[in-house]
């Protein structure tokens, strides 16, 4: 598997200040928000986003002082996304950790959700750049929205294909989406090499997210949440669609039954998981990512060759092959 360490090479340094910057931004004098934040900056995940934004900053030219300042400000709008997600699911691990809602209450949480936004966008106004500022005010209302749908489709029980990739571009191709193309415009990059950092962030989202969708189908991986977790909220995924629009028609029916009913025991959770599985909605879905995948690399060569494009490339190729 490649190592992560290898992909940041090109961008290592720029990794230390972008830290180092992160940690600051979020000081606070008041102690239990303090507290709160120093649990979220212990508890820190493998920080994707900004090494997307710096990778593309250098593949695109130089990484600049605003490359850094935009990296902040993107993971601390996900971050503050992942808060208000927590308390909203009522999710208790994340990353193997216990939650911040968890830990505290959902009082603390949302305030310190609210919090990090806020850092955010006053980090968002210090670039100077109206163009960046409209790409993560969009960013903002597209979170949100795909939050929302995702919410609609649980609700009435929409399982349909097209629905779920609307749902998860939203929730998630966006915003990798957005990483990439800001890190482009922060190094001054055309118009091109913009467009293509941004479609190849957008394909990366895709293969991360129905990634993530994959684990929930299998208890031998160590990704910090239960397995059927998608399930047991109600979140119809990829490998299960694909299993209700193939599968044989009684077990199809078995299925819709309690999908409908939101009868999410443990022990119907574990039919639907062997439903997908036994049906072939697992290849179907590495087929989907694989073929995303192979769209985001193609892109990288309307690059100029260089390390940076070359890690790029290897965090598409992590991204896929990851194991948690």
Known sequence: MEDLSSIQAPVADELIHFREDFAASMKSSTRRLQTSID????TSGKQIRPLLTLLAAKACGTVTKDTVNAAVLLELLHTATLIHDDVVDETKLRRGNPSLNAVFDNRI???TGDYVLSTALARAIQTGNLHILRIVSN?????SEGEIAELEAVEESLLDETRYMHIIHKK???LLSACAEIGALSAGAGDEAVAVCREFGKHLGYCFQIKDDIFDYYKDTDIGKPTG????EGKVTLPLLYALREGEKDTVASALRI???????EENIDTLL????QSGGIEYAEGKMKE???????LLDKLPASTARTSLAALANYIVIRKK
């Open 274 to 277: 062997s439903f997908a599985k």
């Open 259 to 265: 999908i409908r009913s939101q009868s999410f025991t």
């Open 139 to 143: 960013l903002g209302r597209e979170l």
């Open 229 to 232: 977790n998608d399930i047991r």
């Open 172 to 174: 998630t191709a966006s």
């Open 292 to 298: 995303h995948f192979a769209e985001a690399v193609q």
């Open 109 to 111: 949480a949302v305030l």
């Open 39 to 42: 649990f979220l900056l212990a």
